[in-house]
């Protein structure tokens, strides 16, 4: 009897399998003994991928985002992996999400535009003040492999550490700090994107600004709508653009109070 309830079991099992792969078919080859766990992983990640694909047809492109390379950078980053799992199903839903120490990772849109706009090339250095989840960090991380990110509260980062290890995008250089001061030990940077709002514009990150590079941050004294602003240093002139209205959590500084 036990011999037959476990010849049973394996047979429903491929059955089963063989009706899941009919709707998500599969290219690896699969051991009899293969779990109801890792089928459903392997659901789990097409479903994903195709829940990132729709994400950036119909949040980003059809926003305006054109740059091929970020485009294909937050193709290949996956979201889920950078919310606290019962966030995981709506991870690729057009919002911010909650990531805890009251904070949030950014609407896909948003990640996009502020990539988009710091204009990154390969081989660039590029320093990003927030680390929050490490979803923006490793979407940078897919234009260049010089990222390096400042996380001022120290579960943040490393919440953000144990994401980046395990969605493959360790080689982010992270620091808990304050984010306003920049990192001058290895400036200049080339690009430098803030993902929390200040009310006026450090002037370490513009000092920490290389010749030509881009500045992309929220300003504003309000804690609800603030305005992405470009900002480019051009022969030591800073050039300022406004692109849109955003909404940020505020920026905190060390000692406490915010700026």
Known sequence: MRRRARVSGRISGMALLQILLMFFPCPVS?????????????????????????????????????????????????????VPETFRSVAYMDQPLPIGEEQTISQPYI???????????????????????????????????????????PKLAEFARKNLRKAGYSRVRTIVGDGYQGWPEAEPFDAILVTAAPDHIPQPLLDQLAEGGVLVIPVGRSRSVQTLTKIRKKEGEIITERSQLVSFVPLIRKRGRLQ
């Open 30 to 82: 699969l051991a009899p003994d293969f779990t109801a766990s890792a089928y459903a992983a392997i659901i789990s990640a097409q479903e994903f991928a195709r829940l990132r694909e729709q994400m950036v047809k119909t949040q980003i492109e059809k926003r305006g985002v054109r740059d091929s390379r970020v485009l294909s950078a937050i193709r290949k980053v996956p979201r889920h992996l950078f």
């Open 111 to 153: 990640v996009a535009l502020m990539t988009e706009l710091a204009e990154i090339t390969e081989g660039e250095k590029v320093l990003e003040v927030g680390t929050g989840s490490g979803y923006q960090a490793a979407v940078l991380l897919e234009m260049t492999k010089r990222v390096y990110s400042i996380e001022i509260n």
